[in-house]
């Protein structure tokens, strides 16, 4: 199991302010944020071949489904948690148990999802 301290987390999400929100968090936790991505195709880059330890992703990106990139994230063992204003009645059948972190989130909310997907990771 890993600790938060250096735990690389691939950020995704495409509201700016709630993005600077999320990697202050994450600097707050001794996390190292990889991206952040706003788009789709960037996300899916960074899922594909970043050096990530797990990752935050916004359920909605500018209209479009994250669920490419999460499945992306799940061919290569990454652990992940959507972020979503919706709960888990926003996610897909094939998504559904997931961990997810309910918007607006605290940074409490944050590291107790983060600790469990570090446990996740060899």
Partial sequence: MK?????????????????????????????????????????????????????????????????????ALKARGVPFAFASGYGEAGLTEPHKGSPVLQKPFREADLRRV???LAAQVA
């Avoid at 944020?33 to 071949?49: M, Q, T, Y």
């Fill in 114 to 116: 983060l600790e469990g």
């Fill in 3 to 71: 600790t938060l301290a250096a735990l690389k987390v691939l950020v995704v999400e495409d509201e700016a302010l709630v993005s600077m929100l999320v990697e202050d968090m994450l600097g707050d936790l001794g996390c190292e944020v990889v991206g952040p991505a706003a788009e789709i195709e960037e996300a899916l880059r960074l899922a594909g071949s970043a050096e990530i330890d797990a990752a935050l992703l916004d359920v909605n990106l500018g209209g479009r489904p994250i669920f490419p990139v999460a499945d």
